[in-house]
Nanobody, 115 residues
């Protein structure tokens, strides 16, 4: 079992920045990958960014150049730095971890971007 706890969400004005953190009960080096997903009201959950245990990263087209995913040196925390935030980035952001084809999820943290 992998426990994930997100933090760092909140209310920010458009153009501002936030950094989300995901504290994991295991290091990313014991996983296949970790990622951030988001779900806006009335929409499906979508991938925002992911990072593998080899540090390969993937981003949704909508956040490329604005968001950066990274990890702590020990690999127990994954971050999502979000710059130049837009109202359409408003959503609940979920941390995800994958190990041996099994996905684990955190409870989510709300990000609200006001115009």
């Amino acid at each position: 079992q992998v426990q994930l706890v997100e933090s760092g969400g909140g209310l920010v004005q458009a153009g501002g920045s936030l950094r989300l953190s995901c504290a994991a009960s295991v290091s990313i080096f014991g996983l296949n990958a970790m990622g951030w997903y988001r779900q806006a009201l009335g929409s499906q959950r979508e991938l925002v960014a992911s990072i593998t245990n080899g540090d390969s990263t993937t981003y949704a087209d909508s956040v490329k150049g604005r968001f950066t995913i990274s990890r702590s040196s020990a690999g127990n925390t994954v971050y999502l730095l979000m710059n130049r935030l837009k109202p359409e980035d408003t959503a609940v952001y979920y941390c995800q971890a994958r190990r041996s084809y099994v996905d684990y999820w955190g409870k989510g943290t709300l990000v609200t971007v006001s115009s």
